[in-house]
């Protein structure tokens, strides 16, 4: 009975650890991703993966080092203060076209036990991170410096605009190859995922789609050697695609970089 218990307690652990990895994870989400002239759309910054309403929720954060709004290929100056706490950001619709809010942050240092870290690499496939579980031998626990970066693309009465394929970030970022709002039911569409500027290969992304009815669908992609993963618009909803990748830290006391980049826009 007591080894069965301490079986359960065991396995508990290591799920709650292991949900505690992912949960770090961010998203922006719209209010309205279709809005009219004179409309307010708020960004709400969410951590937790996915879109599930049980699984992720509202999070502040205080360590923003970039935020940028643009509305209609316009920036609009001074959008977001980057010495004071962020949650959410609420804008008038004043320019047709696309508008696109994008933010960067450190989220500072965590540790993980060894077995949690595994499991994660082995899940998301990233073999930078597998290969410095590999080469650490007996290490019981694993210390990562963690970065994070997201991005909402919203439209106000008309679809024009190249804010899609913005490149604004300097850690992981996601940009898309063509235009989510004058695309057709079906249409192939392409995201290039980067790091530090340049297409990154290797990286884990999910692509996640709540439908009209709330139910949510995901799917997992893997980048190829230009960065590029390739998924077709197949349902109207919600889209949020959120990816994730680890190397090596060179910092001393710290084993790895955590690396997430989310992206969300809406298709009807």
């Known amino acids: 009975m007591f080894k069965d218990l301490r079986v359960c ?3 508990s652990s290591c799920l ?16 309205n991703y279709y809005a009219d002239k004179g409309d ?3 960004y ?12 992720i929720a509202p999070e502040a954060i205080s360590n923003l080092s970039y935020a940028n709004y643009i509305q209609g290929g316009k920036k609009v100056s001074d959008t977001i203060s980057l010495n004071s706490e962020f949650v959410k950001y609420s804008a008038l619709q ?18 993980h036990d060894q077995l949690v870290v595994e499991d994660f690499a082995k899940t998301e496939n990233l073999k930078d991170l597998a290969s410095i579980i590999d080469s650490s031998g007996f290490t019981t626990e694993y210390t990562a410096n963690t970065f994070f970066t997201a991005k909402a693309l919203t439209r106000t009465e008309k679809h024009n605009g190249n804010l899609y394929k913005n490149k604004e970030c300097q ?26 500027g340049k297409p990154l290969e290797g ?17 997992k992609y893997r980048s190829n050697g230009d960065g590029k993963i390739y998924f077709k618009l ?4 919600l889209w949020l695609l959120q990816t994730v990748y680890a190397n090596p830290s060179e910092e001393d006391g710290v084993d790895y970089n955590y690396y997430q980049s989310s992206f969300s826009f809406s298709f009807q």
Do not use: W
């Not at 709650?16 to 209010?31: E, R, W």
């Not at 197949?234 to 909803?237: A, D, E, F, K, L």
């Open 9 to 11: 307690f065991f396995v």
């Open 16 to 31: 709650f650890l292991a949900v505690s990895v992912k949960a770090q994870d961010y998203s922006l989400l719209a209010s």
């Open 40 to 42: 307010s759309i708020t």
């Open 44 to 55: 709400t910054l969410f951590q937790g993966r996915g879109l599930d309403s049980t699984e």
């Open 94 to 111: 004043q320019n047709n076209g696309q508008s696109l809010l994008t933010i960067e942050f450190k989220g500072g240092t965590e540790t």
């Open 171 to 196: 850690q992981l970022e996601i940009v898309l190859e063509q235009n989510p709002y004058r695309l057709q039911y079906g249409d192939d569409i392409t995201a290039v995922i980067f790091l530090a």
């Open 203 to 219: 990286a884990s992304a999910t692509i996640y789609t709540k439908s009209i009815t709330g139910q949510v669908h995901e799917a």
């Open 234 to 237: 197949n349902r109207s909803g």
